[in-house]
């Protein structure tokens, strides 16, 4: 079978041979009228009857993966699609380095595995439910459709953990499928998973800082499962991290097109100082310091979704070959882990210090600091924006102990720079460091929808190319 060629003829277009898969082919099929059902009632707002122009992923050939077309959402062909084998391929790390990669499922594994799938199943459609607001307060058609293909990917990825799921984990496996349909982001009885994927998504703002840092630990979390032993797993999230780079893109182009937008109209209208706020906005802009918050706000929720520093569940994980280190076949060490420590920031006597830990239990504090390194470089590139402009201002990631809810900070309170708050001192400042209720008035009395092609709303420039080279007058979403 060529892998790279994509089975369209059926319901669920795939790459996966469900034509000789009845069982599986049949579990699916009955799935989908809830996942429509789903779309229709947790989707984007509006716009179902809209022509978007959106990529689909046709092949997994690194190549040429996906097409462009105006498909209406609902009609959108979500499939099943994993990257190609790797012939031979083994295990490279925990206590099964060097063995043949896992087909089907270790019984030892079973309930490890369901869990790590159904946890990054749960934030695929919940992040869908958080955004499907936005629509109708986009600030141009090709931020729309934008949003569009974030959420039917994110759609995408759910099939894709849900094949897993009714493939290898029989029953159980049924149930948690439609549990996944089931809960519902911030619901108070029947909530999502996650923290993070319960806050709200209020405005675009919030948007492209939840893609730039909460989709990026989503690619954390998929690089580190595309190290596992259980091969359909690894080829699964290989596939998704093509995707997940798109997400990532308009986060960190979304925030850069407002804070170019930003300081040129500071500079048309000679404004030099960034904290001079309120003239700041009144020319239709987000100002930089309330940027840094939102920052700072998303940032932190983020960190939370790395769990606690130190953990038993992450050192089982990694040492059964389900789930690696970021990159982990890149690293040149022994991949066991056995007797190494790695340097953990504890609280340790009143004060944030590392501390040297057993290296397997302290892996989710160096998928979070890598994490943390890949989103520097990011903010890196929106300061270069700001300097261009000769404004003395920069962004910065608040401290790791900052605003934490999980973990070794969630029982302190910490200034941006990690300096120990009294409570008193927090509830002083706590406004200096997060959006504060006039901040979110204030950006949500700039949220008005631009849906002209080729217009922009005040407070973001327009995109430097357009999506597949079309040009700025394309009409990315035909509104009916
Ligand atoms: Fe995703
Ligand atoms: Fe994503």
Known sequence: MNIAAVDYDGLIPNNVALGQDERVKRALEKWHPGYINWWNDMGPEGFQESLVYLRTAVSVDPKGWAKFDYVRMPEYRWGVLLAPAHEGRTIHFGRHKGEPAWQDVPGEYRAMLRRLIVIQGDTEPASVEQQRHLGKTAPSLYDMRNLFQVNVEEGRHLWAMVYLLQKYFGTDGREEAEALLQRRSGDADTPRMLGAFNEKTPDWLSFFMFTFFTDRDGKMQL?????????????????????????????????????????????????????????????????????????????????????????????????????????????KDDHQLEGTTYPVLRLVDGKIQNVETPALSALNMRLRDDYVVDCNAGVGRWNKVIESFGIPFQIKLPNVAFHRHIGEFSSIKAGVDGNLLSDAEWAKRRNDYLPSDSDKDFIESLMQPQFEPNKFASWISAPKVGIDNKPGEFEYVKIA
């Open 223 to 331: 690089e580190a499962l595309a190290q596992s032993g259980f091969d359909p797993l690894s080829r699964t999230c290989r596939f998704m991290l093509t995707e997940e780079a798109h997400h990532m893109f308009v986060g960190e182009t979304g925030v850069t097109r407002v804070i170019q937008r930003t300081c040129e109209a500071m500079k048309e209208a000679g404004i030099t100082d960034p904290n001079e706020i309120e003239k700041v906005r009144k020319l239709g802009v987000i100002d930089l310091p309330t940027i840094q918050k939102k920052a700072n706000l998303h940032f932190s929720l983020t960190l939370d979704l790395f769990g606690n520093e130190i953990s038993t569940n992450a050192a089982n994980a990694f040492h059964a070959g389900i789930k690696g280190r970021y990159r982990e076949d890149r690293l």
